[in-house]
């Protein structure tokens, strides 16, 4: 059943684009919907593949073979498993990609190499680079303004500010790391300031010396 159920995904994509992978489709579903059944599987789909892996692998390995041979459920589960993770990681790479920019939020995409992350309202560089959350109207992220402007001026160091009261985009971005935020501040809230470098951050009111010491500490 095992094999069968990835057949019936594999062949069901490719099948998109050859017909010989549509028969092959319909073959595997059903065998894999006899076996759900408790039925045995007439095509035997799942004993050819076995078949001709073990040929290809007894060309150079007549012990690997063997070893596959003898284990072949087990191998079986282990790739199974190992493919629908992969295909959900793949699918929650495509969410991040669309709604963020990159499909690794905090590390490397190989969509954007460079490390460009993008938002609604602005260009995050993700490695090495700090953000500022902040709320519009909030009196704390106010009273930063201008110590963050003297510390970008002292550091030359430029915090990407993202607005999360009123921009759902910026929001979602800062709910992937409340884990840490937390971790570090022991609570949620504005402003916070964060290094996508080393996922460390400092929240409320800081002085410029203590701003300038996260930023040597996590840049």
């Given at each position: 059943?095992?094999?069968?159920?990835?057949?019936?995904?594999?062949?069901?994509?490719?099948?998109?684009?050859?017909?010989?992978?549509?028969?092959?489709?319909?073959?595997?579903?059903?065998?894999?919907?006899?076996?759900?059944?408790?039925?045995?599987?007439?095509?035997?789909?799942?004993?050819?593949?076995?078949?001709?892996?073990?040929?290809?692998?007894?060309?150079?390995?007549?012990?690997l073979?063997?070893?596959?041979?003898?284990?072949?459920?087990?191998?079986?589960?282990?790739?199974?498993?190992?493919?629908?993770?992969?295909?959900?990681?793949?699918?929650?790479?495509?969410?991040?990609l669309?709604?963020?920019?990159?499909?690794?939020?905090?590390?490397f995409?190989?969509?954007?190499?460079?490390?460009?992350?993008?938002?609604?309202?602005?260009?995050?560089?993700?490695t090495?680079?700090?953000?500022?959350?902040?709320?519009?109207?909030?009196?704390?992220?106010?009273?930063?303004?201008?110590?963050v402007?003297?510390?970008?001026?002292?550091?030359?160091?430029?915090?990407?500010?993202?607005?999360?009261?009123?921009?759902?985009?910026?929001?979602?971005?800062?709910?992937?790391?409340?884990?840490?935020?937390?971790?570090?501040?022991?609570?949620?809230?504005?402003?916070?300031?964060?290094?996508?470098?080393?996922?460390?951050?400092?929240?409320?009111?800081?002085?410029?010396?203590?701003?300038?010491?996260?930023?040597?500490?996590?840049?």
């Amino acid at each position: 059943m095992i094999l069968c159920l990835v057949a019936l995904v594999v062949f069901g994509i490719l099948g998109i684009f050859s017909a010989k992978y549509r028969e092959l489709a319909k073959e595997a579903f059903g065998c894999f919907f006899k076996t759900i059944q408790l039925k045995p599987c007439d095509s035997k789909l799942d004993q050819r593949i076995k078949s001709k892996l073990v040929a290809k692998i007894m060309k150079f390995s007549p012990r690997l073979a063997k070893l596959t041979y003898k284990n072949f459920t087990v191998f079986s589960w282990v790739f199974t498993i190992i493919f629908f993770a992969s295909m959900g990681y793949s699918a929650y790479s495509v969410y991040n990609l669309v709604v963020y920019g990159t499909c690794n939020p905090g590390g490397f995409c190989i969509f954007n190499p460079g490390g460009t992350n993008a938002t609604q309202d602005n260009v995050c560089n993700i490695t090495g680079r700090f953000v500022e959350f902040y709320g519009e109207g909030c009196p704390h992220c106010n009273k930063m303004v201008p110590i963050v402007a003297q510390v970008e001026n002292n550091t030359g160091v430029q915090f990407e500010k993202m607005e999360i009261w009123y921009n759902d985009t910026n929001k979602a971005f800062y709910r992937d790391y409340q884990d840490y935020i937390t971790r570090d501040c022991g609570f949620l809230g504005v402003p916070t300031f964060l290094s996508l470098k080393t996922n460390r951050s400092i929240c409320g009111e800081k002085s410029a010396d203590e701003l300038e010491r996260f930023i040597i500490e996590n840049g």
